[in-house]
Antibody, heavy 122, light 109 residues
């Protein structure tokens, strides 16, 4: 069974930092591009960042570029998102997700974690 | 960035009805479009990809169509389990490879 479990969310002040983690099981993690998606309260999902299977290709949404850093550890089946200089508008549930077609980027997301809530507020 | 626009924002319907949801892309995306269903407190679930292919375990009452810029999701006979928010997503454009619409809420009439 495919599982993705996020952790690391919480309440942080504007300008602060958080590091999210996602531990996966049930598939060959090292073969798949992995994604961070966020969803603000009452809004649709927003792609945040992606990392290819061997970390060769990394991309960020313009809204987080320069502040967030995605990484992965294929030996630990883990995906990370380091979030710095957090703003109120970064408040959202953050999901890790897997692309449907391994190591492709022109593909939707077929498995999502349950998400971890990040709240940026003073 | 490719913008995805979904209409209507809210759709009220009764069980058993046929409903059609629309999604428009701001530029051509071939058939690189997916539909997701999200229920309150739950994770989005992939329903349709490549505009018209049902994902694993998705019932046949869900169908997708379209290409280019205009897409539809049809539920042939609405079930009580189908009341949810539906999002379209494009995966055509690099580097902002994935963008979602703002969603259509299907509610009980």
């Amino acid at each position: 069974e495919v599982q993705l479990v996020e952790s690391g969310g919480g309440l942080v002040k504007p300008g602060g930092s958080l590091r999210l983690s996602c531990v996966v099981s049930g598939f060959t993690f090292s073969s798949y591009t992995m994604i961070w998606v966020r969803q603000a309260p009452g809004k649709g999902p927003e792609w945040v960042s992606s990392v290819s299977s061997m970390s060769v290709y990394i991309d960020y949404a313009d809204s987080v570029k320069g502040r967030f850093t995605i990484s992965r550890d294929n030996t630990q089946n883990s995906l990370y998102l380091q979030m710095n200089s957090l703003r109120a508008e970064d408040t959202a549930v953050y999901y890790c997700a897997r692309v449907k077609d391994f190591d492709s980027s022109k593909t939707p997301f077929d498995y999502w974690g349950q998400g971890t809530l990040v709240t940026v507020s003073s | 960035e490719i913008m995805m626009t979904q209409t209507p924002a809210t759709l009220s319907a009764s069980p058993g009805e046929r409903v059609t949801l629309s999604c428009r892309a701001s530029q051509r995306i071939n058939s690189d479009l997916a539909w997701y269903q999200q229920k309150p407190g739950q994770t989005p679930r992939l329903l349709i990809y490549d505009a018209s292919t049902r994902a694993t375990t998705i019932p046949a009452r869900f169908s997708g169509s379209g290409s280019g810029t205009e897409f539809t999701l049809t539920i042939s006979s609405l079930q009580s389990d189908d009341f949810a928010i539906y999002y379209c997503q494009q995966y055509f454009n690099w580097p902002s490879l994935w963008t979602f619409g703002q969603g259509t809420k299907v509610e009980i009439k």
